[in-house]
Protein backbone atom coordinates (compact mmCIF):
# COMPACT_ATOMS: atom_id res chain seq x y z
CA UNK A 1 0.00 0.00 0.00
CA UNK A 2 1.45 3.46 -1.19
CA UNK A 3 1.77 6.06 1.21
CA UNK A 4 3.03 9.07 -0.72
CA UNK A 5 1.98 11.92 0.96
CA UNK A 6 1.58 13.50 4.38
CA UNK A 7 -2.29 13.75 3.79
CA UNK A 8 -2.13 9.56 3.25
CA UNK A 9 -1.10 8.65 6.42
CA UNK A 10 -3.69 10.39 8.58
CA UNK A 11 -6.68 8.09 9.29
CA UNK A 12 -9.64 9.84 11.13
CA UNK A 13 -11.57 7.75 13.61
CA UNK A 14 -15.45 8.16 12.97
CA UNK A 15 -16.42 7.72 16.14
CA UNK A 16 -20.06 9.05 16.03
CA UNK A 17 -23.60 7.01 16.32
CA UNK A 18 -25.27 7.57 13.31
CA UNK A 19 -24.69 6.81 9.30
CA UNK A 20 -26.20 10.32 8.71
CA UNK A 21 -23.07 12.27 11.20
CA UNK A 22 -20.32 9.85 9.32
CA UNK A 23 -21.66 10.57 5.81
CA UNK A 24 -21.44 14.03 6.59
CA UNK A 25 -18.02 14.13 8.42
CA UNK A 26 -16.53 11.89 5.41
CA UNK A 27 -18.16 14.66 3.05
CA UNK A 28 -16.18 17.34 4.89
CA UNK A 29 -13.13 15.38 5.07
CA UNK A 30 -12.18 13.24 2.04
CA UNK A 31 -10.38 15.66 0.92
CA UNK A 32 -7.99 16.12 3.57
CA UNK A 33 -7.44 13.05 4.92
CA UNK A 34 -6.26 9.77 3.81
CA UNK A 35 -8.42 7.08 5.24
CA UNK A 36 -11.66 6.67 7.51
CA UNK A 37 -11.84 4.23 10.76
CA UNK A 38 -14.99 2.71 11.44
CA UNK A 39 -15.28 1.21 14.86
CA UNK A 40 -17.46 -0.88 16.81
CA UNK A 41 -19.93 1.42 17.73
CA UNK A 42 -20.74 3.15 14.34
CA UNK A 43 -20.18 -0.35 12.75
CA UNK A 44 -23.08 -1.55 15.57
CA UNK A 45 -25.00 1.48 14.83
CA UNK A 46 -24.81 1.47 11.08
CA UNK A 47 -23.68 -2.12 9.90
CA UNK A 48 -21.74 -2.63 6.65
CA UNK A 49 -23.99 -0.79 4.31
CA UNK A 50 -22.31 2.44 5.79
CA UNK A 51 -18.80 1.32 4.66
CA UNK A 52 -20.13 0.29 1.19
CA UNK A 53 -21.53 4.12 1.11
CA UNK A 54 -18.21 5.28 2.03
CA UNK A 55 -16.08 3.32 -0.09
CA UNK A 56 -18.47 4.36 -3.27
CA UNK A 57 -18.09 7.97 -2.80
CA UNK A 58 -14.54 7.77 -3.04
CA UNK A 59 -13.34 7.37 0.41
CA UNK A 60 -10.69 4.18 1.92
CA UNK A 61 -12.15 2.49 5.00
CA UNK A 62 -10.49 1.07 8.50
CA UNK A 63 -12.53 -1.51 9.40
CA UNK A 64 -11.56 -1.69 13.02
CA UNK A 65 -13.05 -4.35 14.66
CA UNK A 66 -10.90 -6.12 16.08
CA UNK A 67 -11.79 -9.48 15.01
CA UNK A 68 -10.57 -12.01 17.93
CA UNK A 69 -12.58 -15.70 18.21
CA UNK A 70 -11.63 -19.38 17.22
CA UNK A 71 -9.89 -19.53 13.83
CA UNK A 72 -12.60 -20.44 11.48
CA UNK A 73 -14.72 -17.66 12.38
CA UNK A 74 -12.34 -14.68 11.95
CA UNK A 75 -11.02 -16.68 8.50
CA UNK A 76 -14.82 -16.51 7.77
CA UNK A 77 -15.15 -12.91 8.75
CA UNK A 78 -11.64 -11.46 7.15
CA UNK A 79 -13.53 -13.05 3.72
CA UNK A 80 -16.64 -10.94 4.34
CA UNK A 81 -14.13 -7.72 5.18
CA UNK A 82 -11.84 -8.53 1.73
CA UNK A 83 -15.94 -8.32 0.07
CA UNK A 84 -17.13 -5.29 1.75
CA UNK A 85 -13.84 -3.40 -0.32
CA UNK A 86 -11.91 -2.58 2.78
CA UNK A 87 -8.08 -0.87 2.74
CA UNK A 88 -7.50 -2.20 6.13
CA UNK A 89 -9.06 -4.53 8.87
CA UNK A 90 -7.69 -6.13 11.90
CA UNK A 91 -7.52 -9.01 14.40
CA UNK A 92 -6.31 -9.23 17.90
CA UNK A 93 -2.60 -11.29 17.76
CA UNK A 94 -3.56 -12.60 20.97
CA UNK A 95 -6.05 -14.65 18.96
CA UNK A 96 -2.98 -16.59 18.07
CA UNK A 97 -0.33 -18.22 15.00
CA UNK A 98 -3.26 -20.37 13.60
CA UNK A 99 -5.90 -17.80 13.55
CA UNK A 100 -3.99 -15.59 11.86
CA UNK A 101 -2.37 -17.64 9.45
CA UNK A 102 -5.59 -18.57 8.26
CA UNK A 103 -7.28 -15.57 7.73
CA UNK A 104 -4.01 -13.91 6.20
CA UNK A 105 -4.66 -17.23 3.43
CA UNK A 106 -7.97 -16.56 3.21
CA UNK A 107 -8.17 -13.13 2.44
CA UNK A 108 -5.53 -13.44 -0.11
CA UNK A 109 -7.23 -16.36 -1.48
CA UNK A 110 -10.39 -14.86 -1.36
CA UNK A 111 -9.21 -11.52 -3.22
CA UNK A 112 -7.58 -13.19 -6.16
CA UNK A 113 -10.38 -15.66 -6.86
CA UNK A 114 -13.04 -13.23 -7.17
CA UNK A 115 -10.56 -10.18 -8.45
CA UNK A 116 -11.18 -8.03 -5.39
CA UNK A 117 -7.92 -5.57 -4.37
CA UNK A 118 -6.38 -7.19 -1.33
CA UNK A 119 -6.92 -5.43 2.37
CA UNK A 120 -4.17 -4.68 4.35
CA UNK A 121 -4.90 -7.44 7.75
CA UNK A 122 -3.14 -6.30 10.62
CA UNK A 123 -3.04 -7.43 14.11
CA UNK A 124 -3.69 -4.88 17.66
CA UNK A 125 -0.58 -6.01 19.71
CA UNK A 126 -1.90 -4.40 23.23
CA UNK A 127 -4.43 -1.94 23.49
CA UNK A 128 -3.43 1.98 24.25
CA UNK A 129 -5.53 1.34 27.18
CA UNK A 130 -3.46 -0.97 29.20
CA UNK A 131 -0.59 -0.07 31.04
CA UNK A 132 1.56 -1.96 33.34
CA UNK A 133 -1.10 -2.20 36.33
CA UNK A 134 -3.72 -3.52 33.80
CA UNK A 135 -1.54 -6.25 33.01
CA UNK A 136 -1.28 -6.70 36.80
CA UNK A 137 -4.63 -6.97 37.02
CA UNK A 138 -4.88 -9.96 34.49
CA UNK A 139 -1.77 -11.65 36.61
CA UNK A 140 0.78 -10.43 33.62
CA UNK A 141 4.29 -10.10 34.64
CA UNK A 142 5.53 -8.55 31.34
CA UNK A 143 6.04 -4.88 30.98
CA UNK A 144 3.54 -3.75 27.69
CA UNK A 145 7.07 -3.76 25.04
CA UNK A 146 7.54 -7.15 25.84
CA UNK A 147 4.45 -8.05 24.96
CA UNK A 148 4.07 -5.68 22.39
CA UNK A 149 7.32 -7.14 20.93
CA UNK A 150 6.72 -10.60 20.89
CA UNK A 151 2.71 -9.90 19.61
CA UNK A 152 4.19 -8.09 17.07
CA UNK A 153 6.74 -10.78 16.26
CA UNK A 154 4.23 -13.37 15.55
CA UNK A 155 1.82 -11.62 13.60
CA UNK A 156 4.89 -11.00 11.18
CA UNK A 157 5.63 -14.60 11.41
CA UNK A 158 2.31 -15.84 10.41
CA UNK A 159 1.54 -13.38 7.74
CA UNK A 160 0.02 -10.22 8.54
CA UNK A 161 0.91 -6.48 7.05
CA UNK A 162 1.47 -4.84 10.25
CA UNK A 163 -0.02 -4.26 13.75
CA UNK A 164 -1.49 -1.45 15.30
CA UNK A 165 0.23 -0.19 18.34
CA UNK A 166 1.18 2.79 21.16
CA UNK A 167 3.77 4.83 19.90
CA UNK A 168 5.97 4.51 22.68
CA UNK A 169 6.42 0.30 21.26
CA UNK A 170 7.18 1.65 17.66
CA UNK A 171 11.18 1.81 18.02
CA UNK A 172 11.24 -1.50 19.50
CA UNK A 173 8.73 -3.21 16.76
CA UNK A 174 11.08 -1.59 14.32
CA UNK A 175 14.17 -3.44 15.98
CA UNK A 176 12.00 -6.67 16.12
CA UNK A 177 10.66 -6.88 12.81
CA UNK A 178 13.01 -6.48 10.10
CA UNK A 179 10.67 -6.65 7.26
CA UNK A 180 11.00 -2.89 5.90
CA UNK A 181 6.76 -2.61 4.68
CA UNK A 182 5.72 -4.17 7.58
CA UNK A 183 2.73 -1.46 9.00
CA UNK A 184 2.32 0.36 12.24
CA UNK A 185 -1.01 2.02 12.53
CA UNK A 186 -0.86 4.41 15.85
CA UNK A 187 -3.91 4.81 17.57
CA UNK A 188 -5.61 7.61 19.83
CA UNK A 189 -3.25 10.23 18.19
CA UNK A 190 -3.14 13.38 20.01
CA UNK A 191 -1.67 17.13 18.59
CA UNK A 192 1.02 18.32 20.77
CA UNK A 193 -1.46 20.51 22.72
CA UNK A 194 -4.53 17.92 23.06
CA UNK A 195 -5.24 16.17 26.41
CA UNK A 196 -4.89 12.13 26.46
CA UNK A 197 -8.30 11.05 27.46
CA UNK A 198 -8.46 7.51 28.02
CA UNK A 199 -5.59 6.45 26.13
CA UNK A 200 -2.26 6.08 28.53
CA UNK A 201 0.73 4.68 26.28
CA UNK A 202 0.70 7.26 23.69
CA UNK A 203 2.79 10.67 22.55
CA UNK A 204 2.57 13.34 19.85
CA UNK A 205 1.25 12.73 15.93
CA UNK A 206 5.12 14.26 14.95
CA UNK A 207 7.11 12.14 17.51
CA UNK A 208 4.78 8.97 16.57
CA UNK A 209 5.87 10.09 12.66
CA UNK A 210 9.28 10.20 13.55
CA UNK A 211 9.98 7.04 14.78
CA UNK A 212 8.42 5.19 11.89
CA UNK A 213 4.76 5.17 12.38
CA UNK A 214 2.66 4.62 8.94
CA UNK A 215 -0.54 5.86 9.89
CA UNK A 216 -2.00 7.78 12.55
CA UNK A 217 -5.28 7.47 13.89
CA UNK A 218 -6.58 10.63 15.08
CA UNK A 219 -10.26 11.02 16.35
CA UNK A 220 -11.58 13.45 19.11
CA UNK A 221 -9.43 16.50 18.29
CA UNK A 222 -11.16 16.27 14.66
CA UNK A 223 -14.82 15.65 15.73
CA UNK A 224 -14.62 18.08 18.29
CA UNK A 225 -12.93 21.06 16.50
CA UNK A 226 -15.43 23.87 15.63
CA UNK A 227 -14.10 23.19 11.95
CA UNK A 228 -13.39 19.46 11.42
CA UNK A 229 -11.63 19.86 7.76
CA UNK A 230 -9.37 22.92 9.04
CA UNK A 231 -8.27 20.22 12.09
CA UNK A 232 -7.77 17.81 9.97
CA UNK A 233 -5.18 20.17 7.59
CA UNK A 234 -3.58 21.46 10.59
CA UNK A 235 -2.58 17.87 11.47
CA UNK A 236 -1.92 17.04 7.73
CA UNK A 237 0.70 19.80 8.07
CA UNK A 238 2.04 18.71 11.53
CA UNK A 239 2.64 15.01 9.81
CA UNK A 240 4.28 16.71 6.87
CA UNK A 241 7.01 18.81 9.25
CA UNK A 242 7.54 15.67 11.00
CA UNK A 243 8.44 13.83 8.05
CA UNK A 244 11.76 16.14 7.82
CA UNK A 245 13.69 14.54 6.03
CA UNK A 246 11.51 14.03 2.49
CA UNK A 247 11.87 16.53 0.10
CA UNK A 248 9.07 17.89 -2.32
CA UNK A 249 11.80 16.24 -5.33
CA UNK A 250 10.89 12.77 -3.43
CA UNK A 251 7.58 13.04 -3.09
CA UNK A 252 7.23 14.08 -6.60
CA UNK A 253 9.15 11.31 -7.77
CA UNK A 254 7.10 8.65 -5.53
CA UNK A 255 3.78 10.01 -7.00
CA UNK A 256 4.69 9.37 -10.49
CA UNK A 257 6.29 6.06 -9.74
CA UNK A 258 2.31 4.98 -8.10
CA UNK A 259 1.21 6.32 -10.94
CA UNK A 260 3.24 4.68 -13.87
CA UNK A 261 2.32 1.48 -11.68
CA UNK A 262 -1.17 0.97 -11.65
Do not use: W
Request: charged share 20%.
Amino acid sequence: MELNTAKDKLIVALDVNTADRGLQLVAELRESVGMFKIGMQLFTAAGPDLVRQIISRGGRVFLDLKYHDIPNTVCLAGIEATRLGVSIFNVHASGGREMMQRTAAAVAETAQRENLPRPSVIAVTLLTSIDTATLKELAIDDAPPSIVSRLALLAQEAGLDGVVASAQEIPTIRRTVSQSDFLIVTPGMRNATAVSDDQRRTTSIAEAIKTGSDYVVVGRPILNAPDPGQAARQIVAEIAAALGTRSHTTDLAEQVHAQSVH
